[in-house]
């Protein structure tokens, strides 16, 4: 790993890449896409907010006239619109060199998804789980192509309950939620990889945490409004972690990345560790199962 701070002069040139971000209309979503940009890829704003999604193209444009972006609609919380998002790119697409799985949703109150799942779990590993399924094999046959998932720190309280997925029998608690689909992001990433590994394709995948960054996604939390300007980096050092799970030439399946300083709260993205229980694999294998079955989307692999 090198030893200076890594940052965006490090990325290499994209162009001739096609990447997609979701969650791309705010925060570390924003950036990451409109850094890729102006590194040359084109870069599809996957987002559930049509004007949002305007508002961030067309800032993009105003900042780099000659950025090549492209705004289409993602509801990560609803199946069909997964499903119509990854139909509609691969009309108009025959490559996808990097999926950055960055939407996400943060302890809101209790809500399901449009599918009936509880909707942090849902919006947060369920949703870019089809998702990522349903583009693989446009990523299986592009070269040297990556997946990005972007988990939280929040993974350590992480432990899922596979008795009650949806919060149906127990109190809810929304941090505990938030934990849980977080390290199912982990779940997924190391699985994933085992699966490329011994079907020996060639596509990385890795993963990342913004450490505590000033985004939207704070908006259900009074104490986190209070503490987060304290401590924050700004979303475009926060975007850092996943440019560098998502573009670092050094980087190897499973790799998770994260910022450098105290408990890996701020600072400059660096390999980091996720705890001992997201490397269960019995628990990845039993999830993955879950995944498949309750989405539909069966990975081809």
């Known amino acids: 790993m090198k030893s200076h701070q890594w940052n965006i002069n490090c990325i290499p040139d994209q162009k001739g890449g096609i990447v997609i971000v979701t969650g791309s209309s705010s925060g570390i979503g924003y950036e990451a896409a409109r850094i890729l940009a102006d590194k040359n890829a084109e870069v599809i704003l996957a987002v559930r907010n049509d004007q949002k999604g305007e508002n961030a193209l067309q800032k993009i444009k105003t900042q780099n006239k000659n950025a090549k972006v492209r705004l289409m609609i993602l509801d990560l919380a609803d199946l069909q619109s997964v499903k119509g998002f990854t139909g509609e790119f691969k009309q108009k697409y025959d490559q996808l060199d990097l999926l950055i799985n960055n939407a996400g949703v943060m302890i809101p109150p209790y809500t399901k998804t449009k599918d009936g799942f509880e909707l942090q779990f849902g919006t947060n590993h369920l949703g870019p789980f089809a998702l990522t399924g349903l583009l693989l094999d446009l990523i299986q046959k592009t070269k040297n192509s990556r997946i990005v998932n972007v988990s939280s720190s929040a993974h350590r309280y992480g432990k899922i309950n596979f008795d009650d997925m949806n919060w149906e029998k127990r109190s809810y608690l929304k941090w505990r939620a938030y934990g849980d689909s977080k390290i199912a992001n982990l779940y997924f990433t190391y699985e994933l990889k085992r699966k490329f590994e011994k079907k020996q394709v060639h596509t990385i995948v890795t993963a990342a945490h913004p450490g505590v960054t000033t985004t939207e996604l704070q908006r259900h939390s009074r104490f986190i409004n209070f503490f987060t300007p304290l401590v924050a980096m700004k979303s475009a050092q926060g975007a850092l972690p996943t440019l560098r799970a998502a573009t670092d030439q050094d980087a190897s399946g499973g790799d998770y990345f994260g910022p450098d300083g105290f408990m890996q ?25 879950l995944s498949e079955m309750l989405t539909g989307v069966r990975y081809q692999l």
């Not at 660096?270 to 199962?289: C, M, P, Q």
């Open 265 to 289: 709260m701020r600072g400059y993205p660096v390999k980091v560790n996720s705890n001992k229980r997201s490397h269960d694999k019995e628990i990845a294998k039993k999830l993955w199962e």
